[in-house]
């Protein structure tokens, strides 16, 4: 950002290149020349404030006129101090009028516009420029504390678990770096990405072509979180193809683009449609990389967290978008003082989904293979079974998802899904597709379930593999655990949960391969 430094403070320069002075020099006869005729009326007669604004004026006036090439740094400060002196005058000379004129304000509050922007842009530039010498001074010091966020709410405040894993010296040093690299990669995409972006907005665009390009801006926000809302549900049902991706990801800039050149017609700003292309690129990159930062780690079944995460994400581009395009100084502020403590207050929520991207807890294993020494401090309610055992019977399913099932001549209930379970018809002994079924009850040979929004029962026998149980190897040397959560992986113990939902601990040194459960 350009800009004059004086002692600590700087002042900001709107005029920071000699075509937006051009185009204010082109422009001022005009609004000066209203500016007079609105003046004249008799309303205005006994208004002292107006000739400090008509002197204002006159010298603006002047100084434009004497703009050469050699003075156009000098005559731009200049221009500064009067533009600010104008709005101060403009602020007294509302004061004096009569608030019954609504005719008169609203004509010379639009002039008045004008110096208020200017001045709001000019706070804003500052006030960014202030943060920006903030982040530079203490950077390292917000650095450690965005890092050590994760660490600090999962050993202190962890709601989920009550418990507090047995740490060596070691793991200690390894699970604080693992979780400050996860936690402060997940504020870049939520938090700094986002703030980039405004940057790019004031100091990478001329407030010329800002103003003249803030509705295509909004355009291109809506048409962003659009598509990409579009590309989550498509991802989640499989159904994208290469091609149609390239062109959907490319859609929203084609239309704005078509939509800009085709209203200007041949006065279109080169300027402008690079504007256009850059924040389209910058819209969109936020949702995308929170989108697969989040997906592919996490369990698919996980859409809350990930759905919430996102939703931070669009939430805080929103208000970015917002916040620029209001030109307003406490909007801004307000805007941008929400959106930094909304982010730093997720990443105190999320620290659970932050423990299970960096594999230390609250992950679902389809099956982890032990050491047949941990046989004896693993429950009793979990079955042990070998490989000529049929699947485990279901008796009965609510939809709350809690199951009755026979396993080991026992019946136990475990917290399993509808699509965890085989559902064969007795009609015709298929397989019941639960895909698109609702609703899904099951009771003693009898199935309940909503389709096309119609009730529907079918005789049918259901099993499942999908509880927590035993099997053994046939090197008889190990034996394979399935079905279990971790709730913790840190230190020397693992805590582990069953669909039984009993919680156990079991140290690691019987622990071999872990093999995660990417589907449900």
């Known amino acids: 950002m350009r800009g004059l430094s004086v002692g600590k403070f700087k002042v900001i320069n709107v005029y920071e290149n000699i075509d937006l002075l051009l185009k204010e020099k082109e422009e001022f006869q005009d609004e000066f020349n209203k500016l007079l005729e609105i003046l004249k009326l008799k309303v205005f007669d006994s208004v002292y404030a107006k000739y400090n604004l008509l002197s204002l004026f006159n010298n603006k006036n002047s100084l434009l006129k004497t703009l050469t090439g050699d003075n156009f740094i000098e005559i731009s400060k200049k221009l500064n101090t009067i533009d600010e002196n104008i709005y101060y005058q403009f602020k007294i000379l509302f004061a004096e009028l009569p608030k019954s004129d609504k005719d008169i304000l609203k004509k010379i509050k639009y002039i008045f516009k004008n110096y208020s922007d200017k001045k709001n842009i000019k706070d804003i530039k500052l006030f960014l420029s202030e943060k920006k010498e903030f982040l530079k001074k203490y950077y390292l010091k917000i650095i450690i504390f965005i890092g ?25 040093v390894a699970l604080f770096g693992t979780l400050f690299m996860i936690t402060l990669s997940m504020f870049s995409i939520i938090y700094l990405l986002p703030f980039i ?38 991802f989640l049902y499989e159904k994208t193809e290469y091609l149609l991706n390239g062109f959907m990801a490319l859609l929203p800039l084609i239309l704005t683009l078509s939509w800009y050149i085709f209203e ?29 930062t989040l997906y592919i780690r996490l369990e698919i079944n996980e859409y809350t967290e990930i759905i919430v995460c996102i939703g931070i994400i669009i939430l805080s581009t929103v208000f970015i978008v917002l916040a620029v395009l209001s030109r307003d100084y406490f909007f801004f502020r307000l805007i941008f003082w929400t959106s930094v403590s909304l982010n730093f207050g997720f990443l105190f929520l999320i620290n659970g989904t932050i423990i299970k991207i960096s594999n ?71 397989v019941v597709d639960t895909k698109h079924l609702k609703n899904i009850e099951f009771l003693r ?44 992986t840190i230190g020397k113990i693992y805590l582990l949960k069953t669909t039984q939902v009993t919680i156990f601990e079991i140290d690691s040194k019987f622990i071999g391969s872990r093999t995660m459960n990417y589907q449900d």
């Open 148 to 172: 050590a966020i994760s660490f600090i709410s999962y050993f202190i405040i962890n709601r989920e678990l009550n418990y507090f894993p047995v740490l060596d010296g070691f793991s200690s």
């Open 197 to 234: 972006h405004v940057l790019f907005l004031f100091f990478g665009s001329d407030i010329i072509i800002l103003r003249q390009n803030q509705k295509y801006l909004i355009i291109l926000c809506v048409f962003s979180i659009f598509l990409f809302i579009v590309y989550f549900i498509l």
């Open 445 to 488: 040979g009898e199935m309940h379930y909503q389709k096309n929004k119609y009730s529907h029962d079918l005789n049918a026998s259901a099993t499942t593999r999908s509880i927590t149980y035993v099997s053994t190897n046939d090197d008889n040397k190990t034996i394979v655990l399935h079905n279990v959560k971790a709730l913790s």
């Open 264 to 292: 200007r017609g041949k006065k279109y700003n080169k300027e402008i449609i690079f504007s256009i292309i850059i924040n389209y690129f910058l819209f969109f990159l936020s949702y995308v990389l929170a989108f697969f």
């Open 360 to 430: 230390y807890g609250n992950i679902m294993y389809k099956n982890i293979v032990l050491d047949t020494n941990a046989l004896g401090f693993l429950p009793e309610e979990i079955c042990m079974i070998d490989k000529t055992s049929n699947d485990f019977v279901v008796i009965s399913y609510e939809k709350s998802k809690r199951a009755l099932v026979k396993e080991c001549g026992k019946e136990r209930i475990n917290n399993i899904k509808a699509n965890q379970i085989l559902f064969i018809s007795d009609k015709n002994s298929s």
